[in-house]
Structure formats: structure tokens, C-alpha cells
């Protein structure tokens, strides 16, 4: 049996046993049918993860997990375990396998579903295995990269997971930061744009990944943004940036000269996305996941143990 349908069954058995949710609320809550619930309890027992106690997996995992919903409002909540000896890639093929398991659940047929990308998105839909679905679309949320970071193109995401879902997928022709604010703009107003942009007001799920502080230098698209972006990001107190969107401290969208040249979804059309799900992990970026929390951006966030404690450890010091 795989780690991840183990961790699922024994978040099942905790949700009922523990929390005493019924079978429909907990059918409701993680996105499947109540007959399975009642399945998947019966297998709990079998594989014994349940006897008197729920064993596997430490329940505290999911106590934090429920700490982070109650803190933030949030739909969802996703945690990997930490393990102290682990390298960082170790640390993050987990959360891409865990991230991959957690939105096919989610996947169903009429959905249209879009994608920012980044490694932690790009790990995550190569982890998704094919699940055949009806009238499914796949869309780009932002702009492409540069032709020196092409590695998880957005576009590159989009036909992946269209392709593993048997849907229909659209692709976006234009970088994600503009020279000036009047090609961005030509671009929004294009008639070739006109149809992702109907696609975003039908947005079902959508799935982002969330650039740390300026100093970050793992990002696979800054390499876009001149001197004069970063002085101006640093001066405005950027603290980190979700569809290539800058932020500060407080959640508040920086709408400077870079914002007006970017091509993708604003943090307020986020914020309307029925399932808005955020994949990251890694100390240095829970200050630039707080704001995104606290504004209420996003209502899933999909991290690992360490992250969700440093996150609720920076939220109680504000």
C-alpha cells in the first residue's frame, strides 16, 4: 500500500474516531463520496492503522493541521511529516508526492482548473497519476518565463495535466513581465487574450506556488525584472509573490510599475477562485506565506510540518 492512501486512511480514522465527524462530513470535507468513507474505515482496520489507537501516523500532525484551519479560516489543510534527518530534496519529492495526491481527489469532470508554476507546481502535477475525467480545461493563471528558466513553463504544466485528466488545454503566449505597462496592457485587451480571460472568471481550482523574499534565489522567473523593479520592490517592502504577483507584509498587492507589467491573475481574482490552493515549503518562506494566509487568498495550503509550525509561530507573534 502506498504512503500516501496510508496517511489518507489514517486521516479518515482520526476525523471520525477522534474529531467524531460523521462519515458525511468527513465525505464532504476531503471531496469524496460518503461510501467510501465507510470503505475506507473498514481498510483503516484491516491494514491496522486503527485498533484502539490511530497508529501510522502521529496524530498531532493532523491536531496542527486543524490548528492552521482554525487560525486562518482556511477550506484545507495538506501536512507532511518532518523528519529532522532529511534533505531539502528529500523534504520537497514528499511534498510534491503528498500535493499530487491531494488534488486528484479534488479533480472531477466540468472543472476548469488553472496552474501558476514554479518546481513546487511543476513536482506536484508530475505527481498526479492520470485520472479520467469529462470537459475538463487546463489553463495558464500567469505569463511564461524567459527563455533561460523554461524548466516548469507554464504551458509545459498546463498540457501535462490536461493530457493525465483527458482534457482541453490552453496555453498563453506572452512572458509574464512586459517591458512597459502599455504592452501589458495590449496584451489584456488582445483579442487572442480574450478567451483565457473567460476562462479565469470560471475558474473551479486553481494551483500556485508562493515566491519567498526578494533575497529568495531559487525563483525560476525573476530573472525578468530589472534593478529599478527590485529597488522599487525593495523600498515597498515586497515580502514575496503569488501568480507573480508582489505583496507586502500585510497581505496589500504592491500595484507598482512591475504590477502593471505583469501578465496573470491579480490576488483579488484569487481570492474569488472557489479552490485556491497553495503549494510551498521551507523556513525562509512561511513569512511570505503568512500574508497570503491572513488575506484569506488562499483557502487550501498544501506544506510540511516545520513550515505550518513556523507559519503559526509568526502569526502568533504579529
Not at 487574450?193 to 515566491?211: A, C, N, P, Q, S
Amino acid at each position: 500500500m502506498k504512503e500516501d492512501k496510508k496517511k489518507l486512511l489514517a486521516k479518515v480514522a482520526y476525523m471520525y474516531y477522534e474529531q467524531e465527524l460523521t462519515q458525511a462530513q468527513i465525505a464532504k470535507e476531503l471531496a469524496i463520496y460518503r461510501t467510501t468513507v465507510s470503505r475506507m474505515l473498514s481498510q483503516a482496520k484491516a491494514a491496522g492503522i486503527v485498533e484502539i489507537k490511530i497508529n501510522h501516523f502521529d496524530p498531532s500532525l493532523f491536531e496542527l493541521e486543524e490548528q492552521m484551519k482554525q487560525a486562518f479560516g482556511l477550506t484545507a489543510v495538506e501536512l507532511v511529516p518532518t523528519e529532522n534527518d532529511s534533505s531539502e530534496e528529500i523534504k520537497e519529492e514528499r511534498l510534491a508526492a503528498a500535493a499530487g495526491a491531494w488534488l486528484r481527489r479534488q479533480l472531477s469532470d466540468d472543472m476548469v482548473v488553472g496552474l501558476s508554476w514554479g518546481a513546487s507546481v511543476g513536482k506536484a502535477v508530475s505527481k498526479i497519476e492520470p485520472k479520467q475525467l469529462a470537459n475538463v480545461s487546463v489553463v495558464p493563471v500567469v505569463g511564461g518565463p524567459s527563455h533561460i528558466n523554461s524548466r516548469y513553463h507554464v504551458n509545459t504544466l498546463v498540457y501535462e495535466l490536461a493530457r493525465k485528466l483527458n482534457g482541453n488545454s490552453l496555453f498563453v503566449n506572452a512572458t509574464v513581465i512586459q517591458e512597459t505597462k502599455a504592452l501589458a496592457e495590449g496584451i489584456f485587451n488582445s483579442k487572442y487574450f480574450h478567451e483565457l480571460k473567460e476562462y479565469w472568471k470560471r475558474l473551479d481550482l486553481v494551483i500556485v506556488g508562493i515566491g519567498g523574499p526578494l533575497s529568495y534565489h531559487k525563483s525560476q522567473w525573476r530573472d525578468l525584472l530589472s534593478a529599478a523593479d527590485y529597488q522599487e520592490l525593495k523600498l515597498r517592502e515586497a515580502v514575496g509573490d503569488c501568480c507573480c504577483r508582489f505583496y507586502d507584509s500585510y497581505g496589500k498587492e504592491l500595484n507598482g510599475g512591475v504590477n502593471q507589467r505583469t501578465i496573470g491573475l491579480s490576488l483579488t481574482e484569487l481570492a474569488d477562485v472557489p479552490q485556491s490552493v497553495g503549494i510551498a515549503r521551507g523556513i525562509s518562506k512561511a513569512r511570505s506565506i503568512v500574508p497570503l494566509l491572513k488575506k484569506g487568498y488562499l483557502k487550501t495550503v498544501i506544506t510540511d510540518q516545520e513550515t505550518a509550525q513556523e507559519i503559526l509561530r509568526l502569526n502568533q507573534r504579529k
